[in-house]
């Protein structure tokens, strides 16, 4: 019985991530568009925002849950209108981006991950295998939520109300 309990712990262990609380060096050089074709890396979107409180919507036009998840944003918001929205969008496509945008008035910061959702450092730091995903910067640059997946997440909204 000891045996099976030892096992059963590590297991649990070994599965069990820790959340980085700093994007890598890799991660923050990875290059993105805004809407006007204009190139940088992501650590200067960041610095631009230094200070305050980011929340990053991953995101892409053709996604049914990035869009079933945009009212919820919308209500984000609204109760939090000292945060920064930026939208990473991974669409290939930057037509259907921009596109995206207007179609679905998505109000924000909007940059382009062109590589998509399957390469680069951003996407293989955050281990990118679903959209939307959600992650909170706070007022220090730090990571304080690292993994959601829907605008809704009570952890989300926690994470936008907590003071640095």
Wanted: positive net charge; charged residues 25%.
């Amino acid at each position: 019985m000891k045996k099976i309990a030892l096992v059963f712990v590590i297991l649990l262990v070994s599965c069990t991530k820790n959340e980085p609380v700093q994007f890598s060096e890799e991660a923050l050089e990875e290059v993105v568009f805004d809407l006007n074709k204009n190139q940088f890396e992501l650590k200067e979107v960041l610095q631009r925002f230094a200070g305050k409180k980011i929340l990053i919507d991953v995101w892409a036009s053709w996604c049914g849950d990035c869009i079933k998840g945009l009212p919820a944003v919308r209500v984000l918001q609204k109760e939090f209108p000292e945060v920064v929205f930026l939208f990473l969008s991974v669409d290939t496509s930057k037509e259907a981006w921009k596109k995206g945008i207007q179609r679905f008035q998505i109000a924000g910061k909007h940059f382009n991950l062109p590589k998509g959702m399957k390469v680069g450092a951003f996407v293989d730091f955050i281990d990118l295998s679903w959209i939307p995903r959600y992650i909170v910067i706070n007022e220090t640059g730090a990571i304080t939520l690292f993994n959601a997946t829907k605008a809704s997440d009570s952890l989300l909204q926690a994470a936008l109300k907590k003071a640095i």
